[in-house]
């Protein structure tokens, strides 16, 4: 399935995604910068704050004037009077005098209204699009850095998968040797057949594991390139190796402190908490008395010819009062939604504050785990090569057999495999923690 969704995005990519001209070779950091300025999940991320931006038009709209012009014509012929009740006592040459006819009426207007007072709704409402519109750029910033942990994540993945096939060609260049020699010392007589079979056995046990390890590549660049929006086969290598500084920031709380000013999901929501205050007094206002001026200009006449004679010109003034003495309890309700979600959005803070904690002890742990694991492989690799040197030369003279040899070449292989996977944790390790307390991970 996964793989079904990264071909159909590939097909889908625009022409400009997949220019030949892009380069091949990128450090870790022009792979997040392109991603950033690519991938569709940011891209939607600024829109929506585009969108707010015109939500604060709309709100601000509401404390405007508004200024309308409207024009009419009609014609009509109305038989109200026809229709009355005492129509029929009337002389026929009185109803014959006073027969509706079919007339024009043609009028044209300017309204003006204005709100005079609206009990702090329209400034609260104006504050509650500002505030989100201030959160719809932390949307942004979360998008971004969360994106930029997953490149990372598969430009190490990237890193190591290439580095484990490289491991795996050196194992089995190694044994295809020891292959080599073994024929050589059954053709001159000093060497068993069983001593070739084994080789060549353990010689073509690793081409298994060199197909699994292609293919390894190939999955780890195309998920790198899905989410630098190339084409899934691009060529795309990394530059930039595993991260080998070592981390010397072990305060917890000092981490903390950090990411619960730096993380853009912990700001949002404290944003959040703000808006939530803001509509409960939105919601209070509901049931305070707001006023309006509204008033008109226009003519209405007859004949076209009227319609510039200020004789038949019709206007109005006036100021309305609007007091809610009785709403249903809807005001009532609206407070105590408002007041439930101040309270889910707080204790939705508390928890995620909580979260970050528990999220940097962990990467604090895994780090630690990772340095360790990297400083014994360190270790194990030199007495590895040590030993595997001993045995080929125990087997020139007939001293260990191909058993020896090929134990000796797993040992050396584990132990250069535990290493790179040390140091392919510690560096995803260190992206995580850097992630985890809002800053760039790939520093």
Known sequence: MKARLLL?????????????GERETVTIEEAVRLAVARYPDVAKARAAAEGLKGRIREVRAQALPDERVTANGNRFRDPSFLNSSGIDKFPPEFKDAIMPVAVNAFDY?????QP????GKVGTALRIASIESEGAQLDVDRSQQD?????????????WAERSRTLVAETREQRRLHAEMARARFANGVATEVDVLRSEVALANLTPELVRADNAIRQARAQLNYYLVRPLDFATTISTGFQEKSWDQWDLEALAQQALRSRPEVQRLRIAERSAESQIQLAKAESKMSADFSS?????????????DPLFARWSLGVSFTLPVFDGFRRSGLVTQATANQRTVRLER???????RLGL????????????????????????EKVLAMMQSNYRYGAATTLDIVDAQTSLSEARTNL?????????ARANLLWTAGRNPWE
């Open 116 to 119: 005079l007072y609206t009990a």
């Open 8 to 20: 159909i995005l590939a097909i889908s990519l625009p022409a400009a995604a997949q220019a030949p």
């Open 361 to 384: 002890q962990q990467a604090l742990d895994e780090i630690k785990a990772a340095s360790e694991t990297v400083t014994a492989a360190q270790g194990t690799i030199a007495q590895a």
């Open 147 to 159: 994106l930029a942990l997953q490149v990372v994540r598969a430009a190490y993945a990237l890193l």
């Open 109 to 113: 207007s300017i309204t003006f209204k």
């Open 296 to 308: 008109s200009y226009g003519l209405v006449a007859r004949f076209p010819k009227n319609l510039v």
């Open 420 to 428: 790179l996977r040390g140091m392919y944790d510690y560096s995803v």
């Open 350 to 356: 508390e928890n995620v504050e909580q979260q970050v």
